[in-house]
């Protein structure tokens, strides 16, 4: 009797969790039906769904629904929401993920936290402790991250499941996810949900975008605790001084939607953070541009963005972010140009420094490698003026220009470190 309270926020939370994540579906299907649609397929192809039984759209229905702009209902996702974590409970209960110290932890969320501090050591010997964790862990992706998260990524990436599953913990706990959304929960009744709504939007596409670069740049299995130790303090001080090392248009966005949300009443922290959101998925990039140049995280923070901000590379972005997408294919040509142009931004970042000391101005050292690299620098400049009088950027257009900012990237590496 004394857990039964205990036991009953586990299960109102859950609830409260479960309902939050079919309102951010709701929105979000709105924009990217296809992703949906593609999901429902997939299960029903496997045999694992039967739309007619579970009264969810035909066909039909559904190419009406795309010309009134509509997506599926919250009944619907609902059904939907619970196929996918029964899929991924199953899918996750394998060894590399309810064998791994780091994950397994998580199976203590399913009990009362005195119960489980208390009886730790008995815990681990539950006869259903893999399917607990798997539960548990199918529970915390699909909440947090959406109901097409893992067939989005699988798609993009051509990742497993498991894969995927670490991936995604090692970007939630190196971001601080967990701590992030609380703090937005907390804010229920006292800001406008619309501004919660828009907050958690923008740490999903964070810890999705920062899932997706482990997964590139960690082609074998991601060692979860090595990397959060490696990236989480650097990404806190990143996140923490974005006021001072953010430039020209990216400052601008950031300090007004940061005093927004103040104004709002969203405490100083988390406006901060989440005004940043969009700009902190290049905290990892910049982090192995410090280890690769063996200099201050600060000052390559400070070079990653003056170099971004020097040759537009942010304007360069908000046009891909900008390319309307028609198509599963083109999405993932989207995300495709992003990593692209990250990659090349670090790499030009790492040149800039490699042939600088920490005496010289980030304006001085610009303006040497600007100098050193002129002939190339010029193409990139003309091909800016070209896109920027365009009408409409098409995917080929921008194709051409990450080849160009390619030549420009590889001609700026070099082997010298910082002094």
């Not at 490696?230 to 601008?252: M, N, S, W, Y």
């Not at 790492?350 to 050193?372: F, K, P, Y």
Request: with cysteine; proline share 2%; net charge negative.
């Amino acid at each position: 009797m004394a857990q039964t309270e205990a036991v009953g926020k586990l299960v109102l939370n859950n609830n409260y969790r479960q309902t939050q994540a079919i309102a951010l579906a709701y929105r979000d299907c709105k924009l990217r039906l296809d992703e949906y649609v593609r999901l429902m397929r997939d299960y029903e192809s496997q045999g694992k769904l039967n739309r007619s039984l579970e009264f969810l759209p035909s066909e039909d229905v559904l190419l009406d629904r795309r010309a009134q702009n509509q997506g599926l209902t919250r009944p619907e996702l609902a059904v939907l929401i619970s196929y996918t974590k029964a899929d991924l409970k199953e899918q996750l209960n394998r060894p590399s993920i309810t064998e791994d110290d780091y994950i397994s932890a998580i199976a203590s969320t399913a009990f009362p936290a005195e119960l489980a501090t208390r009886f730790a050591e008995p815990l681990t010997r539950h006869r259903l402790r893999r399917e607990i964790i798997a539960t548990q862990l199918a529970n915390d992706m699909v909440n947090y991250m959406g109901i097409t998260f893992v067939s989005r990524l699988g798609d993009s990436s051509g990742a497993t499941v498991t894969d995927i599953a670490r991936a995604y913990v090692t970007a939630r706990d190196t971001f601080s996810l967990p701590e992030y959304w609380s703090k937005i929960n907390a804010l229920d009744y006292s800001v406008d949900t619309h501004i919660q709504e828009d907050m958690m939007a923008e740490l999903m596409r964070l810890v999705r975008r920062a899932t997706r670069w482990f997964l590139r740049n960690r082609r074998v299995s991601v060692a979860i605790a090595a990397e959060v130790d490696q990236f989480r303090d650097a990404v806190r001080h990143i996140a923490a001084h974005l006021g001072e090392t953010l430039k020209g248009g990216a400052l601008a966005r950031w300090q007004a939607l940061y005093d927004k949300r103040r104004e709002a009443g969203v405490p100083a922290d988390l406006a901060a953070f989440s005004a940043g959101a969009g700009e902190l998925y290049a905290a990892l990039g910049i982090i192995e541009a410090a280890q690769q140049s063996k200099c201050d995280v600060h000052n390559v923070t400070e070079a990653y963005f003056g170099i971004g901000e020097h040759l537009s590379l942010g304007w360069f972005l908000q046009q891909i972010n900008a390319l309307p997408t028609s198509s599963h294919w083109e999405a993932m040509a989207r995300e495709s140009f992003r990593d692209d142009l990250d990659w090349q931004q670090r790499s030009l970042t790492v040149g800039i420094l490699a042939g600088n000391d920490n005496q010289t101005e980030l304006s001085d050292a610009i303006a040497h490698w600007e100098e050193e690299q002129a002939v190339l620098v010029g193409r990139w400049q003309r091909m800016l003026n070209e896109l920027k009088s365009a009408d409409n950027m098409e995917f080929a257009m921008i194709a051409v220009a990450l080849r160009e900012l390619l030549d420009l990237a590889q001609a700026s590496r070099h082997q010298k470190n910082c002094n």
